[in-house]
């Protein structure tokens, strides 16, 4: 008998509807896509490579999902730091198309220090990505754990290896390196999104008419873009700062790559750009605002990241 066989129907549904809730922690964990399917994908593997008689011992199998997809996840991000030191250019998180559905509620901790908890949908901003990979992968899992996703500190203890106070420190660590991220990482958060649809609406009309002097505009002075390709496309190898730079970069490269067209999509639950050439996706734009002007800019180019939105219909 299969190990499907060998679970009821309802407890089939239950582990099954866990898919959801394990993708959005090992995406925000991690910042791809790609590894967080693998990393799911495996914690179902490790789940059905147990006996019946093993699984029926467990009480609550989704926080046994969560400990051991989190748990995977955090050696991920050790291993990360070694293969990231041979990556070529830049690293950004992997975009996300559209409003992912696994950004949904999560029951979570209801005492777990509700002034430090951040937003679901905050927590899967490129700012906020970006201020996370800048993390160690134990302040990362633990921040992301209790103050994203409501765990209490034993728990995250358990699935961390270390002891609640150590787990406390680390997300207070975490929490102090996204309080200096700011406004980069919340000032986003807090500007209305009718407004920065606005703008990234006036950079895409700014940049289609190759109008150096209104991208100035909306730039911030000291705006900054990143660029990612990965090694597989032609990417800016290093940050590109200050609005006039930024505006006269991309007027260039509109005009040296004829054809490209400009969408508007909503990336990573913000408003952002697709940009196509020849019919294909050739890149994803994301992007930070603070004070009614464009701060941050990230571009994906790398095209194993942008495999998501070559599938879309």
């Not at 660029?227 to 006269?248: K, M, Q, W």
Request: charged share 25%; with cysteine; net charge negative.
């Amino acid at each position: 008998m299969s190990s499907d066989e060998d679970l009821s129907d309802e407890d089939l549904s239950v582990v099954m509807s866990e898919r959801r809730q394990l993708m959005g922690v090992a995406y925000r964990l991690l910042g791809s896509l790609a590894d967080a399917e693998d990393v799911v994908q495996d914690t179902y593997t490790r789940w059905y490579a147990m006996s019946p008689e093993q699984r029926a011992e467990i009480a609550n199998p989704a926080a046994w999902l969560t400990r051991v997809a989190s748990r995977i996840c955090l050696d991920v991000l050790r291993s990360a730091r070694v293969r990231r030191e041979s990556y070529v250019g830049e690293w950004i998180p992997e975009p996300v198309p559209g409003r992912p559905e696994w950004i949904g509620e999560w029951p979570g901790d209801a005492t777990a220090d509700p002034a430090d908890r951040v937003t679901l949908d905050e927590s899967v901003n490129m700012a906020f990505l970006v201020v996370l990979d800048a993390m160690t992968p134990a302040e990362r899992v633990a921040f992301v754990l209790h103050d994203v996703f409501g765990y209490a500190f034993p728990e995250v203890a358990e699935i961390v290896g270390r002891t609640p106070a150590a787990c406390r420190q680390l997300a207070s660590s975490a929490r102090r390196r996204v309080h200096a991220a700011r406004p980069a990482a919340g000032a986003a958060a807090a500007a209305p999104d009718a407004r920065r649809a606005d703008l990234v609406r006036d950079f895409k009309r700014a940049w289609e008419a190759k109008d150096i002097k209104a991208l100035i505009g909306l730039l911030a002075p000291d705006a900054t873009v990143v660029a990612d390709g990965g090694g597989l496309v032609a990417a800016a190898p290093h940050p590109i700062e200050g609005h006039e730079r930024i505006a006269r970069y991309l007027v260039d490269l509109a005009a040296r790559a004829s054809g490209m067209t400009f969408e508007e999509r909503t990336v990573n639950a913000q408003p952002g750009l697709m940009v196509c050439h020849e019919g294909a996706v050739a890149a994803v734009f994301a992007f930070d605002v603070a004070d009614d002007r464009i701060t941050g800019i990230w571009a994906v180019r790398n095209p194993e990241k942008l495999r998501p939105w070559t599938t879309e219909e």
